[in-house]
């Protein structure tokens, strides 16, 4: 079978065969289909666009290295996530932590952004404090707030509210307890919002 260049459109399962061949085409669509994605989780975790860079090739190394181990037991999304998410969380404990600076009133910018995140707080049924990072405007701020968790929540809260990732999935690829993630993910954002209230007091 001859794949088209860059057709990230070909079922996954049928890439990594070809990959398992010694299709190189194949592997560069897969390296195209998912580099972007990784690249985005990966720098929501650790905070260093540099760093999430050279964590990406990395994980994409160690997707080349073993992709003929790869048993197709779980997804090829799955699989490459686990890689990418363990290969950050171990970077994020050996290296030397550094304090985030706080939010300053300042930082709010407009009236209309401290509104919108005081109404997001007393609505009980807005989505979850990440969801607000869809909204250019608030990134900034949310993603600050969201630094300040430890690696493990800040994990959960990249996978399931930014990524969308079901908690069966976090769970494989955190290679966590389903319960455990979704006890994680309820503390994440309870911290998440304590610190949204804080900043608005």
Known sequence: MHLEKHNINIDDSA????????????????????????????LKICANPDDAAELTQE???????????????????????????????????RKVKLGFRSLEAEELGSDSVKNTLKSFLVNTS?????????????????????????????????????????YEKISIVTSVELGTVKSRLSRARNNLREMLEAVLK
């Open 126 to 166: 807005a989505p979850d404090p990440a969801i607000i990072a869809q909204n250019k405007e608030l990134c900034s701020i949310v993603m600050n707030l969201l630094m300040k968790l430890d690696e493990d929540q800040r994990t959960v809260v990249v996978l399931r509210d930014i990524e969308s990732m079901s």
């Open 59 to 93: 994980t994409f190394v160690k997707v080349m290295e073993n992709l003929d181990k790869f048993a197709r037991r779980s997804s090829f999304y799955t699989w490459i996530f686990r890689i990418a998410v363990n290969l950050t969380l171990n970077y994020c404990k």
């Open 15 to 42: 890439l990594v065969q070809q990959c398992q061949k010694g299709d190189s085409q194949a592997l560069e669509t897969l390296i195209i289909k998912y580099q972007g994605r990784i690249y985005n989780v990966i």
